[in-house]
């Protein structure tokens, strides 16, 4: 009987993680890939779908998070997708050596090792400590080129192009890259002519936990030459973007469903298209249709390339601020431009009563909340006695935004 087998997603322990679901895949099981102290509800196996596959938490749609189900026939058509653009563009995939930094809980992460899987490439986890070491990135790179005499590729996230790229070692190492696929939120301008300027050759692409990561690619040509686009569709993926500029997926490998609310949901409609939570537009390219991100269409943000429900983050911390009895009457969370992050949260805080003393029930929260990821924690928080709520969000978000320009932090 299929079941759901969890694997918990530990950077120091990505071999282990991966032959254990390796292990589930061969028992035809579902793998669900969990972060540290996760605590998801998920699915009981009487109701699980046929087949074998991951289930993966995923942002990518409107209305918040939910549990994507991807099948291992999905994952593998990715990869064989993904490996036919890197043919068109004059690299052979089992000559390629991966180098992978995402979390293997991150469809990002995971589609790397996958792919080295699919393809019998070259593969190497790369740590996050060797991240933030880029002398020792370079140097154990230029090791496997002395070795193997063989392209190397990764993806990365704009955050870490950023803080490669302005270190004489960092960007040495970016400079040896045949393939840098740069995906989980838009690469800033200004980051992009700086790359452009060093001769990097980033590939910015588009995809969604949804559709097993890519499904958009602009070659690293194309980006040097100064398209700020996120390519053209791979040749699995259709693409329909309306006049509202919502966008529309239709691919082989949209998952089998997704798990909310305690209950199986479709993810594509009857004509089997999905309908992604961003904004976009076409743009011409050499003659053709490329697409280029606008935005979300809710009010997510983009956080170092996760997908951050502000509402969420609300709720969870009017749920501590229950618990724990801490004097505070409301807590909006919004997002902020951030020139490393893409954005980050902050939190506007109305308190009980005028008098109290803010920074230590502050400090008491953000010990509270320490152990969340990163992204997760709002970067400043500000003492907003009139705070109040307007059912036109989008323009509650721009007020606040303009509010928080004019006023210092608590923090």
């Known amino acids: 009987m299929t079941k759901i087998a969890v694997v918990e997603c530990i950077p120091e322990k ?28 998920i699915p009981t196996s009487s109701t699980l779908p046929e087949g074998e596959g991951i289930i993966i938490s995923s942002g990518g749609s409107i209305g918040g998070p939910n549990l994507c189900f991807q099948s291992l026939k999905n994952l593998t058509n990715s990869a ?19 180098l992978n930094s995402l979390p293997l809980h991150h469809i990002s992460g995971f589609m790397p090792w996958w792919r080295h899987q699919t393809w019998g490439s070259g593969y190497y986890w790369i740590s996050n400590s060797i991240m933030h070491k880029p002398l020792q990135l370079k140097q154990f790179s230029e090791a496997l080129t002395n070795k193997h005499r063989r392209p190397l590729i990764t993806s990365l996230v704009p955050t870490q192009l950023l803080s490669l790229i302005d270190n004489t070692d960092g960007l040495k190492w970016l400079q040896s890259l045949a393939v840098i696929w740069v995906g989980g939120a838009s690469i800033p301008i200004d980051l ?41 569709p791979l040749e699995d993926v259709e693409i329909e973007i309306n006049k509202r500029n919502s966008l529309k997926i239709k691919t082989s490998r949209i998952a089998t469903s997704k798990w909310k609310n305690n209950k199986f949901e479709s993810i594509k ?33 983009n956080s170092g390339g996760e997908t951050i429900f502000p509402e969420d983050i609300e709720m969870e911390l009017m749920k501590i601020i229950s ?12 997002g902020v431009s951030d020139k490393k992050w893409g954005q980050r949260l902050v939190a506007l805080t109305k308190f009980k009563g ?7 029930i502050i400090s008491l929260l953000n010990d509270l909340i320490e152990d969340w990821q990163p992204s997760k924690k709002p970067l400043n928080w500000y003492d907003c006695p009139k705070l109040s709520r307007n059912i036109n969000k989008k323009w509650e978000i721009k007020k ?12």
């Open 14 to 41: 990505n071999l282990d993680c991966s032959k254990e679901i390796l292990k589930n895949f061969a028992k035809h099981n579902w793998v669900y890939l969990a972060t540290p102290k996760d605590q998801t509800k």
């Open 80 to 98: 064989l997708s993904t490996g036919k653009w890197l043919k068109n563009h004059g690299l052979k995939p089992n000559e390629c050596i991966i």
């Open 192 to 232: 992009a002519e700086k790359a452009r300027r060093k001769s990097i050759n980033l590939a910015p692409c588009y995809g969604a936990t949804e559709t097993v990561a890519m499904v958009t690619c602009l070659s690293p040509k194309d980006f040097l030459n100064g398209s700020n686009s996120v390519g053209f």
């Open 269 to 301: 409609d009857s004509n089997g298209w999905w309908e992604a939570g961003d904004l976009a537009q076409y743009i011409i390219l050499d003659n053709r249709k490329a697409i280029q991100i606008l935005g979300r269409r809710d009010s997510a943000i």
């Open 323 to 334: 618990k724990n009895q801490i004097p505070i009457k409301d807590i909006f969370v919004l």
């Open 354 to 360: 005028k008098e109290l003393n803010r920074y230590p």
């Open 400 to 411: 606040w935004q303009d509010w928080i320009a004019f006023n210092k932090p608590i923090n």
